[in-house]
């Protein structure tokens, strides 16, 4: 089971990883309108909600939700998701996952594709083609 997850990860990872890459550094302070967060806070988010999910869900460590102040730049966000991924990937690796911890891992999954969806749509409305998804 631990290696069909971590293969599934790595997929997730990739194409979170493609899509922060995609845009630009100058447009990471875009938002399509001003009700939602730009572009480097929902990445930030993801970031923050991987790490979040899996204490919660995967660790079984009750954490508040509480995330810091969004990280500021192309780079220290894309470290930030290299970061969260890495943590998720560790708990996998080192986890006998029992029905709760895959029932957590597939829901820190589906955050993740909820969010990257998002940003997706931020990417199109640059007229940025996302990268294609591969699953």
């Known amino acids: 089971m631990n290696a069909q997850m971590l293969e599934t990860l790595k997929t997730s990872r990739q194409f979170t990883l493609d899509v922060a890459d995609a845009m630009p550094a100058s ?6 309108v001003e009700q939602v ?3 480097g806070e929902l990445m930030h988010h993801i970031a923050y909600g991987i790490h979040w999910w899996e204490q919660n869900y995967i660790r079984m460590e ?6 810091p102040a969004p990280e500021r730049g192309k780079t220290a966000i894309r470290t930030a998701l290299e970061e969260a991924y890495w943590a998720l990937e560790q708990s ?11 029932n957590g891992f597939h829901s820190t999954l589906h ?25």
Request: hydrophobic share 35%; aromatic share 16%.
């Open 111 to 135: 955050h993740i594709a909820h969010h990257r969806g998002q940003a997706v749509t931020y990417l199109r409305c640059n007229q940025i083609t996302p990268p294609e998804y591969v699953y």
């Open 37 to 39: 967060w730009n572009f």
């Open 62 to 67: 009750e954490t508040e939700w509480a995330p």
């Open 27 to 32: 447009k990471y302070g875009f938002k399509p």
């Open 92 to 102: 996998v690796k080192g986890k006998k996952m029992d029905e709760a911890a895959v």
